[in-house]
C-alpha cells in the first residue's frame, strides 16, 4: 500500500502564490511518474502538470509559466510551486503518484488540498 498525503493548500488572493507538497509513504520500492490534478467544482478533473522519474515536466497551458512542479526521490515527495494565481486556479488539488510496491506499478491518489483564490 501506498498513502499519499498532500499540503499546502489554502486561500490566497488573486497574484499570490502557494507551494503544495505531496509525501509518499508506505511499501515503496519504486516510484516512477507523479503529477499534480485538479478539480473545479462542477468539472471534470484534470491534468495540472507532471514529472517523470527522469524529471521531465509538462504542464496544462493554463499553468505554463506560473506554475512549477518539482520533485525530491529522497523524500519520495512532490511539489507544485504555483505563482501568479488566478481566481480560476481555485479547485481541490490532487497528486498522483505511479509507485511499484511489490511487482505491478499502480495509480495512487491523494486525499486532495483545496486552493482557493480570491478575486
Not at 19 to 30: E, Q, T, V, W
Not at 39 to 68: C, H, M
Not at 75 to 100: F, I, R, W
Amino acid at each position: 500500500q501506498v498513502q499519499l498525503v498532500e499540503s499546502g493548500g489554502g486561500l490566497v488572493q488573486t497574484g499570490g502564490s502557494l507551494r503544495l507538497s505531496c509525501a509518499a509513504s508506505g511499501s515503496i520500492f519504486r516510484i516512477h511518474d507523479m503529477g499534480w490534478y485538479r478539480q473545479a467544482p462542477g468539472k471534470q478533473r484534470e491534468l495540472v502538470a507532471v514529472i517523470t522519474s527522469g524529471s521531465s515536466t509538462n504542464y496544462a497551458d493554463s499553468v505554463k509559466g506560473r506554475f512549477t512542479i518539482s520533485r525530491d526521490n529522497a523524500k519520495n515527495s512532490m511539489y507544485l510551486q504555483m505563482n501568479s494565481l488566478k481566481p480560476e486556479d481555485t479547485a481541490v488539488y490532487y497528486c498522483n503518484v505511479h509507485a511499484q510496491a511489490t511487482g505491478v506499478i499502480a495509480s495512487y491518489w491523494g486525499q486532495g488540498t483545496q486552493v482557493t483564490v480570491s478575486s
